[in-house]
């Protein structure tokens, strides 16, 4: 192997190794009952079992970490997009102290998603690529949409 091409080559592995020391965190904080979604509505069997599996890892506390996200760089893209989804809509944490009217919350937050996901937004396309078992059919859609529309109620 030329002299040029071995030094590239090691170079490389050592660059992979090295960043294997940046590690942000993987949490999965304690999940406080009184403060999750089904705290605050009615959440029917079939929604909770779409939600868990297109959802969750993304949007709760209830993260399932997959063996990637230990490896950089993956692990940042990750680790990333775990933490925005938590800061955009959290199951775990849906009641909070802060929140002043959870059933306007509610509202805006199904509204939101119900059109996240007629649009093709959630779940995330990339997050797909490797779950998919997450993906939403039409049947599923409409059926978190019509239960946001007609059966949140605040509990």
Not at 123 to 131: D, E, G, I, N, R
Request: aromatic share 10%.
């Amino acid at each position: 192997m030329p002299g040029f091409l071995r030094g590239a080559l090691l170079g490389f592995c050592g660059l992979v190794a090295g960043i294997q020391l940046i590690r942000p965190a993987r949490t999965n904080p304690p999940v406080d009952q009184s403060h999750t979604l089904e705290a605050v509505v009615f959440v029917p069997p079939k929604i909770e079992s779409i939600l868990q599996r297109a959802c969750d890892d993304c949007h709760s506390d209830l993260t399932r970490w997959p063996w990637y996200s230990n490896v950089a760089p993956v692990s940042w893209f990750v680790i990333d997009h775990v933490d925005s989804g938590r800061r955009h809509v959290n199951f775990s944490e849906w009641f909070r102290r802060d929140t002043k009217n959870p059933a306007e919350y509610t509202r805006e937050r199904f509204q939101a998603m119900c059109r996240q996901m007629q649009t093709g937004d959630m779940p995330l396309t990339s997050y797909l690529l490797v779950h998919r078992t997450a993906k939403l059919s039409q049947d599923d859609i409409e059926t978190i949409c019509q239960w946001t529309k007609t059966g949140v109620l605040p509990n």
